[in-house]
């Protein structure tokens, strides 16, 4: 059997539409569609499962987000799979030119058996991109806001923009990565990345390894800049040149890392926003 967990609310409430594509991949074979939506804990599934029977994700990077950090502690003997739809898929791009697809599907197994953990908030959840702190919690915090409003596709970068020129405003913040502190002045953005893309396609940390054997994850800090300053630097994130600007921007690899901004700020987990954050954490060891 093939349980396949869909989100009819990825790829901006089409995620439904990939049920015809999945049918013509298994051919004829038991399949069972879940609404992702409709399952409190993914966890909960497993135990109706056969060791041979195969699981299938189907949404984006909201959806195994979610599921990863549901199934984690159980450690399921079972094939997973990722169909991508969603739409932003920055897992995707960031593993698509390493691994073998099998028929169209992502082998998950080996990219969501050690994941890195977030604590902000009094949540505690695994995420397989990163957090995002400063203007990408606002961009997500925004996008939230025009979603509630309207059905129109959400262009971050047009957000992205509007935070620079006003939207949002910069702040002080300390670092600290496995044990050593450091203070930054007027930052812009300090996320904490497994993986290299998040955003829809932003390469914010290109040196980061999300398979690396020393399990690190990579915080950057774009700090002590001038609007037009990012706005020059700003284009290059999405082929991961902005790194060359070691003036404004700086990155730390380690597996302890809390960020500690001086006001409230929005804050991402994959996509997911939490508002009114002050400080975070991220453990992975």
Same mark, same amino acid.
């Given at each position: 059997?093939?349980?396949?967990f869909?989100?009819?609310?990825?790829?901006?409430?089409?995620?439904?539409?990939? &049920? #015809?594509?999945?049918?013509k991949i298994? $051919? /004829?074979?038991?399949?069972? +569609?879940?609404?992702?939506t409709?399952?409190?804990?993914?966890s909960?599934?497993?135990?109706?499962?056969?060791?041979?029977?195969?699981?299938?994700?189907?949404?984006?990077?909201?959806t195994l987000t979610?599921?990863?950090?549901?199934?984690?502690d159980?450690?399921?003997?079972?094939k997973?799979?990722?169909?991508?739809?969603g739409?932003?898929?920055?897992?995707?791009?960031?593993?698509?030119?390493t691994?073998?697809?099998?028929?169209?599907?992502?082998?998950?197994?080996?990219?969501? &058996? #050690?994941?890195?953990?977030?604590s902000? $908030? /009094?949540?505690?959840?695994? +995420?397989?991109?990163?957090i995002?702190?400063?203007?990408?919690?606002?961009?997500?915090?925004?996008?939230?806001?025009?979603r509630?409003?309207?059905?129109?596709?959400?262009?971050?970068?047009?957000i992205?923009?509007?935070?620079?020129l006003?939207?949002?405003?910069?702040?002080?913040?300390?670092?600290?990565?496995?044990?050593?502190?450091?203070?930054?002045?007027?930052?812009?953005?300090?996320?904490?990345?497994?993986?290299?893309?998040y955003?829809?396609?932003?390469?914010?940390?290109?040196?980061?390894?999300?398979?690396?054997?020393?399990k690190?994850?990579?915080?950057?800090?774009?700090?002590?800049a001038?609007?037009?300053?990012?706005?020059?630097?700003?284009?290059?994130?999405?082929k991961?040149?902005?790194?060359?600007?070691?003036e404004?921007?700086e990155?730390?690899?380690?597996?302890?890392?809390?960020?500690e901004?001086e006001?409230?700020?929005a804050l991402?987990i994959?996509?997911?926003t939490?508002?009114?954050?002050?400080?975070y954490?991220?453990?992975?060891?």
């Amino acid at each position: 059997m093939i349980y396949v967990f869909f989100n009819p609310l990825s790829n901006n409430k089409k995620g439904s539409h990939a &049920e #015809s594509d999945l049918r013509k991949i298994f $051919n /004829g074979r038991d399949v069972e +569609f879940v609404d992702i939506t409709t399952v409190k804990n993914a966890s909960q599934e497993f135990a109706r499962m056969k060791a041979d029977d195969e699981v299938v994700i189907s949404g984006g990077d909201g959806t195994l987000t979610r599921f990863a950090d549901d199934i984690y502690d159980i450690k399921p003997v079972q094939k997973i799979f990722l169909y991508p739809c969603g739409s932003g898929n920055d897992f995707f791009n960031d593993i698509k030119g390493t691994c073998q697809l099998e028929n169209k599907l992502i082998p998950l197994n080996k990219y969501i &058996e #050690s994941l890195p953990e977030v604590s902000v $908030n /009094g949540i505690k959840r695994h +995420f397989i991109n990163g957090i995002g702190y400063g203007i990408d919690g606002y961009c997500c915090e925004e996008g939230d806001r025009i979603r509630a409003v309207s059905d129109r596709k959400v262009n971050y970068t047009l957000i992205a923009l509007k935070g620079l020129l006003g939207g949002y405003h910069p702040c002080n913040a300390k670092i600290t990565v496995d044990g050593v502190s450091k203070v930054y002045r007027k930052v812009w953005l300090a996320p904490t990345m497994i993986g290299r893309y998040y955003g829809g396609g932003m390469q914010i940390t290109p040196m980061q390894n999300r398979l690396n054997e020393e399990k690190t994850v990579t915080c950057g800090v774009c700090h002590s800049a001038s609007v037009i300053k990012i706005l020059t630097v700003f284009p290059k994130i999405y082929k991961g040149n902005h790194v060359n600007h070691t003036e404004i921007l700086e990155f730390r690899a380690g597996h302890d890392v809390t960020v500690e901004f001086e006001r409230p700020t929005a804050l991402q987990i994959d996509g997911e926003t939490i508002r009114n954050v002050t400080s975070y954490t991220v453990r992975y060891n």
